[in-house]
C-alpha cells in the first residue's frame, strides 16, 4: 500500500481468493507484511468464509507520522477478527498489539532464523594483516547510512589497520560516494555495489567485524548471518536488535550517534585482532548459531500455533460484527457496513460462481501417509 | 566429505524433535493491553502559553500579509480606474486629505521595512563569506532584479489577461488559502535546519516552495486585472519583497530575538496590521480583526487547554533521529 501497488477494495480479489481457498483445501490463512493489499483482505476473507486466519508482522512502524496512523488504522481493522498472531521478536510484539489493539494472549514471538549451512566461517579467506569491517545492507535513510558517512572517516583517521567493505545499494549510495572523495580513503573503502543472496556469505567471509547502523530494526537477520560467518557485531541498540546475539560476547550495542558507534568499532577491532581470549572464534560462534537458530524451529512454533488455531470454533456473523464495531466511533459504524457489504458480496459470488463448479485438488500425500512414513524411518 | 554437506546430513539424521526450542510459543507474558499501552505511553512535553501564542502570532502575521496582498491590489485597480464599480478606497484612509494619503500608507511601510532591517542585521552571521561580498552581491542582484522585473512586467500582465475576473478571483484566493496552508511556519519562528552553512551570496529560499510558488501564482493573476505596465511592475515588486524577501529576514529577526527584545515580533505583527487595516473598510477590518485575533489568542489558549490530554507512545520502534 506505501508503494501504491494496488488498492484495498475488498471486494475486488474475493472470487479469486475463495476459488484458490477451497480448490486447495485450505484449513488455516497465514498472512504476512502489514503494507500488503492482499494480505490485509486474505484475513478479512478468511475470517468471512469461516477459515481460522495468522497474521506474521515482521516490521516496526511509528505512531506519530501520517503513514503510520493511516497504516495501523487499517491493520486494526482488518485485523479485528484474527485468530492469532506471530511477531518476531518483543519489541515487535508490542509495537503490534499498540498499533493494531490486539489482545496480547493471541500474540505470540517467534524469532526468525538463519540457514547455518549457508552461512559457514572461513578463516583462510580473511587478511592477516588488516582488520575488514563489514556493512552490508540497503544503503537508505533507514539503514542509518548518515551514521555510517559520519563513522568511516572519524575510524579510518584514529586506527590506520582498518578498511570497509561496502556492500549495497540505493540512493544514499552517493552520499557514502561523496564522502570517500572529500576524505581521500578510495584505498581503504571497498563499493561493492548490490551484492546477490547468494554471494553475501562470500563477502562476510572475508571480513572480521560487522557493523549494522539501522535506526530502526524489528529482528536483523543480517547480524545473525554475520554471527554465523563468525564476524565480531557492532550494531546500533535499536528495536529487536538487543534480543538477537548474546551481548558483549558476540555483539556490541551502541546508541545511534556516531561518537557511540566510533567507540564501538574500536572497541570490536581491539578484539579481533591479535587473536587473544576476547577475539570470536569463528567455528564456536558458528557452532552456538547454529544451536541457537534453526528454521526447523521456526517451523515446529508456528505448527504449535497452527494447531492451537485450527481447534478454536469459527466466528458467527454477530460475532465478526461486534468485532468490527469495536472500532468505536464512526470508523466501527464504517466497518460494520462494510462487513455486511462483505456478506452480500458473498453471496452473490457464491451464486455466481457455485461451490459445485471447483474442482478440489486432491491429496496427493495424505496426512496419515506421511506420518507414518515418517515414523518408520 | 565437504564441511556444508557435513552440516547438512548431521542435522537431518538429528532429526527435528531433538533441536531444543529456546521459547515456548505458551510462554508469552499475561499481560492485558491496558498494561502495555501505559508501559510505553509519556505525556508529551507542556508548552508554555507564551510560546503558543507566539507560534500563533506568525500564523496571524502570515494571514494579515494576505489580506495586505489583496488590499493593495484594490488599491493599484482604484489608482488606475476611479471608477463607481469598484468600492472606494476605505473609510478609514478616506478621513485623511487626499494630499497626506500617501504618506499615510508611507509611514508604516517604512517603519516596518526599517524595523525588519534593524533586527535581521543583529543575528550571528553565520556566513562564511564577508559582508562587503554579500553586499556587493545582494546589491547587483536586487537592481539586476528590478530592471528584469521592470521589462517582464509587461508580459507577466498579459499572462492571464483573457481569464474572466470571476476566475481569477476565486483562483487567487484559493492561490493564497494554499500559501496560508503551506507556508513553513518553523522556519518563520526561527527553528534552522543544522545542515548547509551560506557558502555563497545567493543561499536558497527555505520558507516552503509550495507556499511561495502559491502566493506567486495568486499575484500574477491578480496583476492581470492592472491595465497599466507601472501598475504591474508595483504590485509584482510589491509581492516579492513580502512574500519572497520577507521570510528570510523574520527568520533571521526571530533567532536574534529569542532571548533580548522579545515584543519585537510582536511590534513588527502590529505594524502590518495597521498597513492592512488602512487600506480596508471598516466591516472588513473588523472581519480580519476577528480572524487575526482568532488566530493568535484563541487557537493558542485552546491548544494549552487540550494538551495535557495527549499521550504519546514512546518505545524500541523509535526511529532514531541523527543529528
Known amino acids: ?377 | 566429505m565437504t564441511r556444508d554437506k557435513a552440516i547438512k546430513r548431521r542435522l537431518w539424521e538429528r532429526g527435528n524433535h531433538q533441536i531444543p526450542l529456546n521459547s515456548k510459543v505458551q510462554d508469552t507474558k499475561k499481560e492485558t493491553y491496558d498494561e502495555i499501552f501505559t508501559k510505553f505511553a509519556t505525556k508529551s512535553p507542556q508548552m508554555p502559553l507564551s510560546l503558543l501564542t507566539a507560534r500563533g502570532l506568525i500564523v496571524g502575521q502570515e494571514f494579515i500579509l494576505t489580506c495586505l496582498l489583496l488590499a493593495s491590489h484594490r488599491v493599484a485597480l482604484d489608482d488606475e480606474n476611479k471608477s463607481p464599480e469598484y468600492q472606494p478606497i476605505s473609510n478609514i484612509l478616506s478621513t485623511f486629505q487626499p494630499t497626506t494619503q500617501p504618506y499615510v500608507l508611507f509611514v508604516p511601510w517604512v517603519s516596518f521595512l526599517l524595523t525588519t532591517a534593524i533586527f535581521s542585521r543583529i543575528s550571528p552571521d553565520s556566513a562564511s563569506i564577508t559582508q562587503k561580498e554579500k553586499l556587493q552581491t545582494r546589491g547587483a542582484d536586487s537592481l539586476f532584479m528590478a530592471l528584469f522585473l521592470r521589462f517582464l512586467a509587461g508580459v507577466l500582465q498579459t499572462l492571464t489577461a483573457s481569464y474572466s475576473s470571476d476566475t481569477v478571483h476565486a483562483l487567487a484566493i484559493g492561490g493564497l488559502v494554499l500559501h496560508l496552508l503551506a507556508c513553513d511556519f518553523d522556519y518563520a519562528n526561527g527553528h534552522t535546519e543544522s545542515n548547509g552553512v551560506d557558502t555563497t551570496g545567493r543561499p536558497p529560499f527555505k520558507g516552503g516552495t509550495l507556499s511561495l510558488t502559491a502566493a506567486f501564482f495568486s499575484t500574477i493573476l491578480l496583476a492581470s486585472r492592472l491595465e497599466e505596465n507601472v501598475s504591474v511592475y508595483i504590485f509584482v515588486t510589491y509581492s516579492v519583497i513580502l512574500f519572497a524577501l520577507y521570510p528570510a529576514a523574520r527568520h533571521r529577526v526571530a533567532i536574534a530575538t529569542k532571548s533580548k527584545y522579545r515584543a519585537v515580533p510582536f511590534a513588527m505583527t502590529l505594524q502590518l496590521v495597521f498597513m492592512t487595516f488602512l487600506l480596508l473598510s471598516t466591516y472588513e477590518a473588523i472581519f480580519a480583526g476577528a480572524v487575526f485575533v482568532t488566530l493568535c489568542l484563541l487557537v493558542p489558549g485552546w491548544v494549552y487547554t487540550l494538551q495535557s490530554s495527549k499521550t504519546q507512545l514512546r518505545g524500541p520502534w523509535d526511529i532514531a533521529h541523527v543529528s
Open chain 1, 1 to 377: 500500500m506505501t508503494d501504491q501497488d494496488a488498492l484495498p477494495t475488498v471486494t475486488a480479489t474475493f472470487p479469486l481468493i475463495r476459488e484458490i481457498l477451497i480448490r486447495e483445501g485450505i484449513e488455516i490463512v497465514h498472512a504476512h507484511q502489514a503494507t500488503s493489499v492482499m494480505a490485509n483482505e486474505s484475513v478479512v476473507y478468511a475470517s468471512a468464509l469461516g477459515l481460522p486466519s495468522v497474521y506474521t508482522d515482521h516490521s516496526l512502524f511509528q505512531f506519530d507520522d501520517l503513514a503510520g496512523v493511516i497504516l495501523n488504522r487499517v491493520l486494526q481493522t482488518t485485523l479485528s477478527t484474527l485468530n492469532a498472531a506471530i511477531c518476531v521478536s518483543y519489541a515487535c510484539r508490542d509495537n503490534l498489539i499498540l498499533r493494531a489493539h490486539l489482545d496480547p494472549s493471541r500474540v505470540n514471538v517467534i524469532p526468525n532464523a538463519v540457514d547455518a549451512s549457508k552461512f559457514t566461517p572461513d578463516p583462510s579467506k580473511r587478511s592477516k594483516d588488516r582488520i575488514k569491517v563489514v556493512v552490508v545492507s540497503r544503503l537508505v535513510y533507514r539503514k542509518g547510512v548518515d551514521l555510517l558517512v559520519g563513522i568511516i572517516p572519524k575510524v579510518a583517521k584514529q586506527l590506520p589497520q582498518v578498511d570497509f567493505i561496502v556492500g549495497g545499494d540505493g540512493n544514499k549510495m552517493l552520499d557514502l560516494i561523496e564522502m570517500v572523495e572529500r576524505e581521500q580513503l578510495q584505498d581503504r573503502v571497498e563499493f561493492l555495489g548490490a551484492v546477490p543472496h547468494v554471494q553475501v556469505a562470500s563477502v562476510l567471509q572475508r571480513g572480521h567485524v560487522f557493523l549494522n547502523c539501522s535506526l530502526t530494526e524489528s529482528f536483523c537477520i543480517a547480524i545473525l548471518e554475520a554471527a554465523s560467518c563468525g564476524l565480531l557485531v557492532v550494531s546500533t541498540n535499536v528495536g529487536g536488535v538487543p534480543e538477537v546475539l548474546p551481548s558483549p560476547d558476540m555483539a556490541i550495542l551502541c546508541d545511534s550517534n556516531v561518537s557511540a558507534l566510533v567507540k564501538g568499532v574500536k572497541a570490536a577491532v581491539e578484539r579481533q585482532e591479535g587473536d587473544g581470549d576476547d577475539a570470536v572464534d569463528p567455528i564456536q560462534a558458528h557452532e552456538r548459531i547454529e544451536t541457537m537458530y534453526s528454521w526447523h524451529r521456526v517451523a515446529k512454533q508456528t505448527v504449535q500455533v497452527y494447531d492451537r488455531v485450527a481447534s478454536e470454533p469459527p466466528q458467527t456473523f454477530s460475532e465478526r460484527l461486534a468485532c468490527f464495531q469495536s472500532l468505536g466511533g464512526i470508523a466501527g459504524f464504517v466497518a460494520g457496513l462494510l462487513l455486511m457489504i462483505v456478506e452480500v458480496w458473498i453471496r452473490i459470488v457464491i451464486l455466481w460462481r457455485p461451490t459445485s463448479t471447483i474442482d478440489v485438488v486432491p491429496d496427493l500425500m495424505p496426512f496419515e501417509k506421511a506420518y507414518t512414513k515418517d515414523k518408520n524411518n
